[in-house]
């Protein structure tokens, strides 16, 4: 498969799992970021949404995406 076809799946794969994540820190954060300016909002949101993206979201779905790829190879995946 082409490095753009695998980089465009796994994109794919992240949006759901970020959209969650950024609802959820918005949700939880609401009491505190209300009347706050956008970019102090964003100044509390977007370190929190790179923590959980490069630690939580993009390993388990590259793990999800190995192993579905090796299921289809027909090999196993560990």
Not at 9 to 37: Q, S
Not at 38 to 53: L, R, T
């Amino acid at each position: 498969m082409s490095i753009f076809l695998a980089r465009a799946r796994l994109a794919a794969a992240i949006m759901l799992p970020a959209w969650l994540l950024i609802t959820l820190l918005l949700k939880l954060w609401r009491p505190v970021i209300a009347g706050l300016p956008e970019w102090q909002v964003a100044a509390i949101i977007v370190p929190q949404m790179i923590v959980g993206m490069v630690f939580v979201i993009i390993p388990i779905t590259q793990g999800i995406l190995v192993r579905l790829a090796a299921r289809k190879q027909g090999l196993q995946a560990d």
